[in-house]
Structure formats: structure tokens, C-alpha cells
């Protein structure tokens, strides 16, 4: 594997960093099986980043001598809830609560202002008569490796942004990730017809938890995430 990365401005979440989802992935991608990735600082973009790996075989990766990222080996112990099917799902896409209030409005993974094969534009919204929200999601060909399977990175991406929704947005004000755990299976290939979910967890002053998950065309689970929000502050807007 490289040691450095250049995260293309493609791969945003806030105008001016890094999907926090999109990060992890790539770092958990020097991990066997599920990993935890703390993030300590919004990821750069456009510039070059060092991966390194510590005396206790954790994963970091640094701007300069700054730690942007952390990661380690986990057990991921979580349950996921049953999913709608792909129509259900593109139903509550329609309950989006962020097409027209939205606070990074172009995101790589949830931005409305993305393009199709631009962002993934997985718009998870309130699922009917569930505590859950939905969103189909069909992934490109620019998300697949050299066999067309979806690469561990974007499946990590699709685990982000639905987890902050399932909160309750609008009424949660704006938060960013702050830690993800998360096990992916990369067998999702383009143009199969997935649904991602999420579901809040439970919450702690200014620290939210959310579980998500990613279906594939065949039903099966091949992605699932536990991810901590950070709200942020009035300044931080």
C-alpha cells in the first residue's frame, strides 16, 4: 500500500475538508476485519497526508506532524435492524429532510447539490411506520475497483451521513463525525440496487450515537457502522 495520501476535493463533506466516512474507510483499509477510526481533526483536501503505523500496530494518519486520523482492530457487536426493499427505500428518500436546508450541501455521500456519479446522493429519510430512515442508493462504475466491486472506502462513506440523520434532523443541530467502527464486506458491484439505513442509538451531551448499514441487491447486510457525532458549536458553523 501507498504511504501518503491525496484526498481529491471530490471526496468532501464540509467545503473545505474531507468525508469523515470517505477517511476512515481508507484508513481502516489497512485493517483486517472491523476497525475503529477515531478522527482528531477535519481531513485536508488536495494536499499530501502520511499513513503510519505504531509500535501497538494501530494506524495513523498524520498532516505533517499533526494526527488527523487514528485507527485500531475492533469487535463490532451490533445489531441491525431489518431494512424496506429498494422501493420502500426510494419512497423515504423522498422524506429527505436536507434538499432544501442542508449545512455542507455538497457532500460527497449526502449533499444535494452533487451530481449523479459526482456524489453518492444517498438521501436517507424517515422510513414508513419505523424508527429508522431509508435510502435506495444504485453505486457508479467511479466506485468500483478493478473486479467492479465497490471499493471498502465508499462502502465506509455510504455508513456515514445516514447515521447523523437518523438523529433527527432538523431538530439535532449540526454535528461531525468524531469516531466510526465499522465492518464492511466488499461484494456490492455497480449498478446493483442497494438500501442504506440508520438508527439513532442514544446520546450524551454533546455526543451522539447512531448505528447504519448498507443492503445489498441480494438483501444481505454488507456494511455496518456504530459512529459518534460530535455536536458542534455556534462558532463552528
Known sequence: MTDTLVIDPRFC?????????????????????AAEITLRR?????????????PDAHWQLLDGDRLIAEAQATNLDLPVPA?????????A?????????HVFRRC????????PGDGLRIFAGAAENSSIVAAAWIPDSSLAGDDGSIRSEFLWAALDCPGYFALGFPDNPACLLGRMSAEVDPGIRVGDR???????IDEDGRKYHSGTAVFGADGKVHGRARSTWIRLKNEQL
Open 13 to 33: 463533506g464540509p467545503h473545505d475538508s474531507a468525508n469523515g466516512g470517505y477517511v476512515c474507510g481508507t484508513l481502516a483499509s489497512r485493517i483486517p476485519g
Open 42 to 54: 477535519p481531513p485536508p483536501l488536495g494536499k499530501p497526508l502520511t499513513f503510519a503505523k505504531t
Open 83 to 91: 431494512a424496506p426493499d429498494f422501493g420502500a427505500a426510494e419512497v
Open 93 to 101: 428518500a423522498n422524506n429527505y429532510r436536507a434538499f432544501d436546508d
Open 108 to 115: 460527497f455521500v449526502c449533499g444535494p447539490d452533487r451530481t
Open 194 to 200: 442497494c438500501v442504506v439505513i440508520g438508527w439513532k
